[in-house]
């Protein structure tokens, strides 16, 4: 009698990937509104319903799963503002304004608690953590892609503007409780113009020198 062949391998490894993605959502939405330190494995473990094995089967530890929470959240942020360059390839401050747009809409959701990256690195002040070393490179790459933009705007010291433009961006981040979406929108938006501005002006200053 011919044995058909199954796909149990496969179906397994489905399922581990599955569970992987459960504990990982659990745990994310937990520590973004908990906090990381208030959030326990064993509260993971309840909210996800599964057995602690399953946890420390894709997770050796629980700073391993801090630092997956944040590269969870480094890769959302950079496939949305991928989206947003995209569409302003040729212009980059259509695109800086954009980019304003969706992080002014973002800081002013009713349940939004900051930045991931700057909330846990407040939590942790041990510079080899892994999760602080996973946010330290996220806010290493804002500046790097606020300096690419800087420099398409050809304005005499791009790093400046980039430094400028990411204090600003973080600042939104931590001020959120105090702004509404459209405050927060038309703020950034506004002070980016002006930053822009005060940048341009000053290389035309050393240009007539």
Not at 143 to 172: C, E, F, M, W
């Amino acid at each position: 009698m011919r044995t058909e062949p199954t796909n149990q391998p496969l179906a397994e490894e489905i399922g581990q990937v599955d569970m992987r993605e459960r504990l990982l959502a659990t745990a994310s939405d937990l520590f973004y509104h908990r906090g990381v330190r208030a959030v326990g494995v064993d509260v993971i473990i309840e909210a996800a319903g599964v057995a602690k094995t399953s946890l420390y089967r894709h997770f050796r530890t629980k700073d391993d799963l801090i630092a997956a929470y944040l590269q969870r959240e480094d890769a959302d942020f950079w496939g949305l503002w991928d989206s947003v360059a995209a569409r302003h390839a040729g212009d980059g401050e259509a695109e800086l304004d954009a980019h304003m747009a969706w992080i002014g809409e973002r800081v002013g959701r009713p349940r939004y608690r900051g930045c991931p990256q700057i909330n846990v690195a407040a939590e942790f002040p041990d510079e080899d953590h892994p999760a602080r070393l996973v946010a330290r490179t996220h806010k290493q790459q804002l500046h790097r892609r606020l300096q690419d933009i800087a420099q398409r705007l050809q304005v005499k010291h791009p790093d400046v503007l980039a430094t400028q433009l990411s204090v600003l961006i973080n600042g939104a981040f931590v001020s959120s409780q105090i702004l509404s979406t459209c405050d927060a929108t038309a703020i950034l938006r506004q002070m980016t113009h002006a930053l822009i501005s005060a940048a341009r002006i000053a290389s035309a200053g050393v240009s007539r020198a």
